[in-house]
């Protein structure tokens, strides 16, 4: 019998080629607070979502209903000498990491009231979760799968593009089979592959940031340099990401291509 011919081998140029940069194309905008120095962004699934904020003084975790930005519930972080950074909600708890302190605090969802406190090495920024595990960054070019029950570290993976590691990742969030990731002072978002830690598309924010600037110049406010592209939220019942930054008026529902819905269901409280 004939064999059938070999697949012709990927050539350098297929194996090496550059992460697509994908432009946000925006489907609506919801109020922000401008004083909120964001660090963490989850969308709950009810019209709600969970967002952290940093500061030594300033931070905490708090339950904001999406179309008005009411506050629905807050809670300081427990550590009046920390900066506040990323939150992730998982089976109706929100942890919380602080940025140098190496403690995590974990809040029930509902009440905000907390039930427990973890312990890290290096610093904390983004937090995500995949329904199972807790994913984290630390500012460097890795993410962290963690324990939920005990934030122990499961595994680990370092984030590249075209062979070089991407330092600086930052808030994170889960969706669609990928990790996206804000990159801290650049209007970047990276998507990645969660089990190679491949960059796989580039998220163009540029025209957002321009946006939130000009907004905050006209009420007198102007943005600083610190005031950066920072919160990622996926909303599953329309396909959309919620994009939002530290100190930014705006927070903006966009489509990104190649990231689609889960039909009939919203992500709810994990």
């Known amino acids: 019998m004939a064999q059938s011919p070999s697949p012709a081998p990927a050539s350098a140029a297929q194996i090496n080629a550059a992460p697509a940069i994908l432009t946000p194309t925006i489907v609506n905008r919801y109020p922000h607070d401008r004083a909120a120095f964001t660090e963490g962004f989850q969308y709950l699934g009810d019209g709600t979502y969970m967002e952290s904020t ?25 550590l009046a000498t920390a900066f506040g950074e990323g939150v992730a909600v ?38 995500t979760t995949n329904g199972k595990d807790l994913i984290m960054s630390n500012g460097t070019p890795t993410l962290v799968w963690r324990d939920p029950k005990t934030f122990a570290v499961k595994r680990s993976v370092t984030v590249t593009d075209a062979g070089q590691p991407i330092k600086n990742l ?9 990790v996206y990731a804000n990159i801290w002072l650049t209007d970047r978002i990276a998507r990645i592959d969660p089990q190679t830690g491949k960059v796989t598309a580039w998220i163009d924010m540029s025209a957002l940031t321009r946006e939130a600037s000009a907004s905050a110049a006209k009420l007198g406010k102007p943005l600083t340099f610190d005031d950066i592209p920072n919160g990622i939220a996926y909303v599953p019942e329309r396909g959309t990401l919620l994009l939002t930054g530290k100190r930014w008026g705006t927070i903006f529902e966009v ?15 994990r």
């Not at 930052?170 to 990928?178: I, T």
């Not at 489509?255 to 409280?269: E, F, H, M």
Request: charged share 25%; proline share 2%; hydrophobic share 30%.
């Open 90 to 127: 998982l089976n109706d708890v929100a942890y919380h990491l602080t940025w140098q302190e190496g403690m995590a605090f974990a809040f029930d969802a509902g009440t905000l009231k907390e039930v427990g406190r973890y312990r890290y090495k290096g610093e904390g920024w983004g937090l």
């Open 54 to 78: 940093g500061l030594v003084g300033e931070s905490g975790v708090r339950r904001v209903e999406l179309k008005t930005g009411k506050v629905l519930g807050k809670v300081t972080t427990p």
């Open 170 to 178: 930052n808030e994170l969030e889960y969706a669609g089979g990928s």
């Open 255 to 269: 489509k990104i291509p190649g990231l689609s819905g889960i039909s009939g269901r919203g992500q709810g409280r």
